[in-house]
């Protein structure tokens, strides 16, 4: 059976002892719970290692938000696929909006990165989702087609079955205006039916498919109640150590 997992993107936000503050509280909350999820934390690169350290003594996972599509070499401030598996990064953001719009991220750029990070042993929440022009000309099942196709159909189905998919509607980021629960399962179930008719149904029901935008304590009990979405990536609320624990008691 799919996992269920709750991932923090915490964006470019908090200073370092900020961030040692933040982990720390969730690493002491995650004692005092049982969760039916995989905790995931996305902090700023800079605060990886420190990140993985508190992951190693805990039930707690590390992710970064970005990686270079280019293994190594003369590319300054980037970060490559080998450093973050050399700090014990499990997971990596690939695609958020936020990259689509501010650094101009291709399909077929974000299909290299995919490839770097599944060769470095590290599982890719690919994320993907349309503007609202696109939703309101009801174009977005399109574009969230293309970008999954374009960036990752060209993978095995070994190598697909290691990713998370994340869907965020990028007029839900950071708007308070969040998809409803029927949207979301709307598009989740277009997601993993296109895995299917590519990879068939066993990887599709492997594959976790997360719920992001605006997601918070109040509302994503009910997301997260329907069958095809199996958690959030979660941004404003996983900068709040109790925000984020409710969010992921809510399975
Ligand atoms: P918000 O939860 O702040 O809307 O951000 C969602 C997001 O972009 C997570 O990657």
Redesign the pocket.
Known sequence: MRKNIVAG?WKMNKTFQEAEELIDRIVVGMEDTSLKCELIICPPALYLEVASDYAEESRLSVGAQNVSEHEKGAYTGEISAPMLDSVDVEYCIVG?SERRKYHGETNAQLAKKTDLLLDYGIRPIFCCGEVLEEREKAIQFNVVKKQITESLFHLSADEFSNLVIAY?PVW???TGKTATPEQAQEMHAFIRNLISEKYGKNIADEVSILY????NPGNAKTLFSNPDVDGG?????SLKADDFLKIAQSF
């Open positions: 993107n958020h965020e839900a980021i950071g992001g935008g605006s997601c990536l979660i941004g404003g609320a």
